[in-house]
């Protein structure tokens, strides 16, 4: 078994770490990551000013975007991937490759996931920080902007890191509308080779476990500095847990 | 393009009963997989908590797995990878007895343990140390502690936890269409190429989807408002 | 060894002999000698960090010790024993903790009668009708049905209070039972348990409250840095404390 594990990809690495490339599009496991980043980078601006809206006093503002967010979770990501293959070439009027469609889907998707999340450190702040702003002379952008959310989004760097990594898994769901990702490499080398299914979506399997395992690790040493940090080095008393200051981003699928 | 037309499918009951036979599918994998990730997960407490590290490492080792790895790639190595080696009886049998249906079931049950059992978890910890103290000084034995008084309230921290996994899981059935089992999104797929109403199948679909969810949402936030002990639930 | 014992051997309910116990490195108990006799009322009192609170959490073995041994109706609690022997004596001695730690998931009436039920297997009625009386007792009938969550740090006390009485022990333990209390429900605890004494009840209380211990209390003792420094009648001590480190003790408490 462990041998044919090896075999398979001492043959195709290349196919499943970049694709087709250069006889194709970038693809594989490469593509993989630069989709993940590229939503997260996109996504998490977009993320500030949807939880503005939420938080803001305009109907106008909030209820469109509570009603996006409301949509985006009840709404399996699959049917939204299939919304965006259908609309955005028609809202374009071009030919758009499938990774801009998938990006498009997840920047909108975890944009919905992380601004509740934003929106939720903001307020885990307390009224108290933005009341000392105002008083100070700030006003409410201004005290966004030095006060609130400078605290809050450091709070959040766990809750955006397991976002990436939940971005990783959800990229997958591409292979419906034929993204060249690292799942549809794999399921080209098994086209090829017909005969060790197993063998091939084992290693599948196996490269995201240690991508998701390594960045979640990574995820867990930050948070537990930043949660150190941020109780000022305060030593743990007995039958005390150390408490996570970011709301739990268990995402799915 | 025709004009936008909810009508041709809607009054169709041809595409009428492939919805209906689609949501049938889609709850049945759901409930399903619900039931067998819950009673797993309660299974894999029980060995977390077991005398001796070996129940707790095996446990994790299993979370990790189903946490990292994608739901779809999970689904995707059970129908087209263990599938395909299975001893040849066994195979025939689940070949005749809708393969997709039950791999789908089994894929998502054995990954939504792991998160359910996380949640379960999490909800024991958080209760106040003091609580298994008070019990102790009482008397109680670790058993009747853990039975009277840290799982009870375990249970309530985790309720809204294991709400949202809930509503997750009901959503993930839709990650069965790649293994093929007839359930909604294949059956909106499959209407979608026979009427090519796209736009109109597709709200369709969402506003079922969401119909479903929102309705789990609101069974969940019913049962965490009742077990909590100020809104007169009684023990 | 067993210095100042002022009861014979027999009355004693509670005898700790040479008690010691470290966190790692740091000796908090250190060679504690003491007993309580039969209907006797202790107070401890000391400075923070003098381990009294350690102190009374090992007699019931909620702490374990490294060495010594506490007799508790002549057995020792912290031999090696079976986890029912363990749980059976300790549903012998009543604890109240200084932060409740009542069930938040049961009425006050169930958190009383719970116990009695399940670990000593008094049938429910029964114990319910009991619960009920101790409530009476403690002047919270009319909060029966109420739970945790809707009654005050004085209330929910009283109610700890009563959950302990539920399990008829002969000895009742306090551990800063008032500390975490507003000032004015500090009063309504103390009066349940001075009533208490008041029947005859085989006390140890930690605790701030002089006033209580004047009233109350028939020794004091004083421990700092992990050592009982002075035992003395409320009088002696108040009036005249011969270790210098309990006259600072008091001075600083009368600031």
């Given at each position: 078994m462990i041998h044919d594990l090896i075999a398979i990809i001492d043959e195709y690495w290349l196919l499943l770490l970049i694709g087709q490339y250069p006889n194709g599009p970038l693809g594989g496991l490469a593509n993989t990551l630069i989709l993940s980043a590229l939503s997260i980078a996109i996504a998490f601006p977009f993320a500030i000013l949807l939880a503005f809206a939420r938080l803001s006093t305009y109907r106008t503002l909030r209820w469109p975007v509570t009603i996006l967010v409301y949509v985006t979770r009840g709404v399996p990501l699959l049917m939204l991937v299939l919304w965006s293959y259908f609309l955005v070439p028609l809202l374009t009027g071009a030919d758009v490759p499938s990774f801009f469609t998938m990006l498009a889907t997840l920047v909108v998707y975890q944009g919905a996931f992380l601004s509740e999340i934003i929106r939720a450190g903001i307020l885990a702040l307390g009224q108290g920080q933005m009341d000392a702003a105002r008083a100070l002379g700030h006003s409410y952008f201004g005290a966004m902007r030095y006060v609130i959310l400078p605290q809050a989004l450091y709070n959040m760097i766990p809750s955006m890191l397991s976002t990436f990594v939940a971005t990783i898994k959800d990229t997958t769901l591409g292979y419906v509308i034929n993204v060249p990702d690292l799942t549809f490499a794999a399921s080209q080398v098994n086209n090829q080779l017909l005969t060790q299914p197993f063998q091939v979506f084992l290693i599948l399997a196996l490269t995201y476990y240690l991508i998701c395992w390594s960045l979640t690790s990574l995820t867990n040493v930050i948070e537990r500095r930043i949660t150190r940090r941020r109780a000022g080095l305060a030593p743990k008393r007995r039958g005390q847990l150390a408490i996570s200051l970011t709301p739990n981003a268990t995402e799915q699928p | 393009m025709k004009g936008f037309d909810l009508a041709d499918i809607l009054a169709n009951p041809e595409y009428v009963a492939m919805l209906v036979h689609g949501i049938e599918m889609t709850f049945v994998i759901a409930i399903s997989s619900w039931l067998l990730a819950m009673s797993l997960a309660l299974l894999l407490l029980a060995i977390r908590f077991a005398p001796g590290r070996i129940g707790n490492s095996v446990v994790a080792a299993y979370v990790s797995y189903h946490r990292n790895v994608p739901t779809l790639v999970q689904l995707m190595l059970w129908y087209f990878g263990i599938y395909t080696i299975l001893p040849s009886g066994l195979s025939d049998w689940l070949s005749a007895h809708s393969a997709e249906m039950i791999f789908a079931i089994i894929g998502l049950g054995l990954c939504q343990a792991a998160y359910f059992s996380e949640d379960l978890r999490s909800g024991l910890r958080s209760v106040n140390p003091g609580q298994m103290e008070a019990a102790r000084a009482l008397g109680h034995g670790y058993v009747s502690a853990m039975r009277f008084v840290l799982i009870p309230q375990g249970v309530r921290n985790a309720l809204p936890a294991l709400v949202n996994h809930s509503v997750s899981l009901f959503k993930n059935s839709s990650l069965a269409i790649v293994i093929g089992a007839p359930e909604l999104s294949h059956a909106i797929k499959e209407i979608e190429n026979l009427s090519f109403r796209t736009f109109e199948i597709y709200l369709i679909g969402t506003l079922l989807y969401l119909f479903f969810s929102l309705m789990i949402m609101t069974a969940g936030a019913y049962v965490t408002w009742r077990a909590d002990p100020a809104n007169g639930a009684r023990r | 060894m067993t210095a100042s014992l002022s009861t014979s051997g027999k009355d004693q309910t509670i005898r700790l002999t040479d008690v010691r116990k470290s966190y790692g490195d740091y000796d908090v108990l250190k060679g504690i000698d003491a007993a309580v006799s039969r209907g006797e009322v202790v107070v401890i009192c000391g400075p923070s960090g003098s381990g009294k609170s350690t102190l009374i959490r090992t007699v019931n073995r909620l702490e374990e010790i490294n060495s010594g041994s506490i007799f508790f109706e002549g057995q020792d609690?912290?031999?090696?024993?079976?986890g029912r022997e363990l749980n059976r004596l300790r549903s012998r001695i009543g604890f109240v903790f200084q932060s409740f730690n009542?069930?938040?998931?049961?009425?006050a009436v169930d958190n009383i009668a719970m116990s009695p039920i399940?670990?000593?297997?008094?049938a429910p009625a029964q114990a319910h009708e009991k619960a009920l009386k101790l409530l009476e007792r403690v002047g919270?009938?009319?909060?029966?049905?109420?739970?945790p969550a809707q009654l005050s740090g004085g209330q929910q006390q009283r109610v700890a209070i009563a959950r302990a009485l539920a399990m008829e022990p002969p000895v009742m333990l306090f551990d800063e039972?008032?500390?975490?209390?507003?000032p004015e429900m500090v009063g309504e605890v103390l009066n349940v348990m001075k009533s208490l004494a008041a029947e005859g009840m085989t006390m140890m209380c930690v605790t701030h409250e002089m006033g209580f211990a004047r009233d109350v209390a028939d020794r004091i003792w004083f421990i700092d840095g992990g050592q009982i420094i002075e035992t003395a009648t409320p009088d002696e001590f108040f009036k005249s404390p011969k270790h210098p480190r309990a006259q600072r003790f008091l001075a600083d408490l009368r600031h």
């Open positions: - | - | 609690i912290h031999a090696p024993m079976s009542l069930f938040p998931h049961l009425s399940r670990v000593k297997g008094i919270l009938r009319e909060k029966a049905d109420s739970y039972p008032t500390s975490a209390l507003d």
